[in-house]
């Protein structure tokens, strides 16, 4: 009886390391998201949508109501205009902000198509040099694989407060 335990708690510990590799390139991808828009590179973001992609921004209360309104809602063409009017028009004060991501599950339907569900914190620090937390929020990302590389098909951002504190200029 000793050793049959032994060998299924063994047996359960086992790692596919193909899923590891994916399951990192994935993580490895989320974090290169964030940095991006740490980095104030919005275009660089937007670029990272399929053709057909989109980006939704919800207070959890509407989410769970299932109640259709959101704060962003935009497919690839309002996120090419959003960004436009961010990098050439909107005047602001001076910030940044830097995003904790942090436990990321991820799942593969098929080959081609990853799931990642993750939570993110931004903290915003102004001009003054006062750092604050922005916004807490889980992600949850479908993302495709095209051309050896992950893009961002769908991203679903749900606020964990009804609304942010101060404006969102950039996704998070």
Known sequence: MGSETTISAAALLRVDPEFALKKEAVVAYLHRLCRMLDDFDVQ?????F?????????PRDNYERHLPVHVIDDDKRRL?????????HW???????????SNVMVDFPNPQTALAKSN?????????????????????????ASDGRWRIKDRLAILESFLPNEAIVVPP
Do not use: P, W
């Open 91 to 101: 005047h602001y004060e001076r910030f940044r902000e830097m995003r904790m991501l």
């Open 44 to 48: 660089g973001f937007v670029d990272e």
């Open 120 to 144: 993110l914190i931004v903290y915003q620090t102004d001009a003054e040099g006062r750092t604050n937390l922005h916004m807490a929020c889980v992600l949850e990302d479908k993302l495709i």
């Open 80 to 88: 090419l205009y959003r960004t436009k009017l961010i990098t050439e």
């Open 50 to 58: 399929t053709d057909d992609g989109s980006y939704r921004l919800i």
